[in-house]
């Protein structure tokens, strides 16, 4: 394999679709919020994404099954005829390199061509502390469609702030293709996987686009993340006494020759 390519399960034909990003990144947002929809809307698999920018290993199933790293493109077809369709991707890593970062979202934006694509939402995480409810902040490359975001409870992204990878990337080149494009950045801690940031980011993405999606199957994930936040903390707060009262120890070994 020398170049990202697309193999395609099936064809589709759908109405006035919105892709939807979301791939690993801080907090997991983007991969939460995919997998979520997925399983709600019951989305069908219909093209896989390979490429050699992915990391170098495969994985290994529960039978001994091999596969590749790879994106993967789902499709949801809304009962409403006057609504919009949705083309869900995510995958099992980001590229690794800068090259592929770029191949990547040039060939993720073809297809969106090739299905008639007007918007694109990416989905990733905010890196910010925070005890309240997570923030969205938003950035788009068309005015109205940033507008409807912050209407829906968004915030503006900071002035100056990067938004790095493929979320970041499609911005940037999906004006070649006359794609307009919006991104929602969950606020997250980063370091663990983040469901309650992936709520916040859907609330105003059901509300941007005017789809309907039962958010309380999150709360048992929310649940369980809150507790291993609270483990964290403790083990970090023992661990900050354990180096105190070895940093003491050491202070009253000390002796000074004079």
């Known amino acids: ?35 979520y929809l997925i399983k709600q809307l019951k989305a069908q698999k219909i093209a896989y994404l390979y490429s050699p920018h992915f990391p170098y290993f495969v994985l290994v199933n529960k039978k001994g099954n091999v596969r590749l790293l790879r994106g993967t493109f ?13 083309i869900l991707f ?9 090259e592929g970062q770029y191949e990547i979202t040039d060939c993720l934006l073809d297809y969106a061509e090739k299905n ?18 997570p923030k969205v902040f938003a950035a788009a490359t068309r005015k109205d469609l940033l507008d409807t975001s912050v209407t829906s409870g968004a915030s503006l992204s900071s002035f100056g702030s990067p938004i790095v990878g493929t979320a970041g990337l499609i911005l940037g080149l999906s004006k070649f293709k006359k794609i307009d ?14 469901p309650l940031a992936a709520k916040s980011v859907l609330e105003i993405l ?7 999606v039962d958010l309380t199957g999150l709360n048992e994930e929310i649940a369980r993340a809150e507790k291993m936040v609270i483990r964290l903390q403790a083990i970090e707060e023992k661990r900050a006494l354990q180096a105190e009262e ?7 070994k000390t002796t000074y020759i004079s």
Not at 74 to 86: G, R, T
Request: aromatic share 8%; with cysteine; glycine share 8%.
């Open 1 to 35: 394999m020398k170049e990202t390519y697309i193999k395609e399960l099936r064809q589709i034909q759908p109405n006035n679709p919105v892709l939807i990003e979301g791939l690993p990144g801080l907090g997991l947002v983007g991969k939460i919020v995919m997998r």
């Open 74 to 86: 789902y499709y949801w077809k809304n009962p409403n005829e006057a609504a919009q369709d949705l």
């Open 90 to 98: 995510t995958g099992d890593s980001q590229s690794q390199t800068i």
């Open 116 to 133: 008639r694509v007007h918007n694109i939402v990416t989905i990733g995480g905010y890196r910010m502390e925070t005890n309240d409810k």
């Open 181 to 194: 494009a919006l991104c929602l950045l969950g606020e997250t801690r980063g370091y663990i996987p983040d």
């Open 206 to 212: 059901k509300s941007t686009f005017n789809f309907d």
């Open 246 to 252: 070895i940093k003491k120890e050491d202070e009253k």
